[in-house]
């Protein structure tokens, strides 16, 4: 009809799954000038890919070069179920339309669809996490961040690179201590990626299962190894 020939095209988001599924968001730092290579995907530092590792494929979800943006090798990246990603990065760096600033030890909140990202946890605020790096998160259903560290912290609760601390939006603790030596090799281990999977049955209060990643190899996790 003349005078109504519009169109609307909508793209959905869709969340890639969770690990339970066997389906990944991650971010490699690789020292290769040619980028990384995982599942037939060619993708440098900044990028974050969904890595599938029962068809061994992988495809793209977030291509820093070709949005425009300035993310220099994003070492914490969490999705949330609304499609948004919280994230921080190894060095100095700005994300979105908007080009918001965020430092190694901030965590700022993307949003895909507008292209808008904001400052979901600012840093420079608090003195344990001053000038540091945080290189792994995890935002549990009430908002409490779960992360660790790139390094140790002496200041206030203080904490070591393997423990994962909760910030409440108002106090630090430890979430889970590393020292434990029945449960992390704490002399070798630096936590630098983790997943944590919940009871079912009370989400809020039982831990299930940590997904770790380390940057150490050969670090001890009760009795198995993880890279």
Do not use: C, M, R
């Not at 037939?40 to 070069?65: C, H, K, M, Q």
């Not at 070709?66 to 919280?86: E, K, R, T």
């Not at 961040?145 to 609760?157: E, K, L, N, R």
């Not at 423990?163 to 106090?171: I, K, R, S």
Request: hydrophobic letters at 35%; charged letters at 20%; a negative charge.
């Amino acid at each position: 009809v003349s005078g109504n020939d519009s169109d609307t095209d909508i793209t959905k988001i869709q969340a890639p799954p969770a690990s339970g599924t066997e389906k990944f968001l991650l971010s490699v730092s690789s020292t290769s000038t040619t980028g990384a290579t995982i599942g037939g995907l060619t993708f440098e530092n900044d990028d974050l890919i969904i890595y599938d590792p029962v068809s061994d494929t992988a495809v793209s979800f977030f291509d820093n070069s070709s949005l425009g943006y300035s993310v220099d090798d994003p070492n914490a990246v969490h999705l949330l179920p609304n499609g948004q990603v919280i994230l921080s990065a190894n060095e100095n760096s700005t994300i979105g339309s908007n080009a918001l600033g965020f430092q190694p030890n901030d965590l700022v909140k993307f949003d895909p669809i507008t292209n808008l990202a904001e400052t979901f946890f600012d840093g420079d605020l608090y003195t344990e996490t001053t000038g540091v790096n945080i290189d792994a998160a995890f935002v549990l259903d009430n908002g409490d961040i779960v992360f660790s560290t790139a390094s140790d912290v002496a200041t206030g609760i203080g904490w070591s690179d393997s423990d994962l601390v909760l910030f409440d939006g108002t106090n630090f603790s430890i979430y889970h201590d590393a020292e434990d030596t029945d449960v992390l090799d704490a002399g070798t281990a630096n936590v630098d990626a983790l997943y944590i999977k919940v009871d079912p049955t009370d989400a809020t209060v039982v831990i299930d299962t940590f997904d770790l990643s380390s940057d150490n190899e050969g670090t001890i996790i009760s009795d198995d190894s993880i890279v």
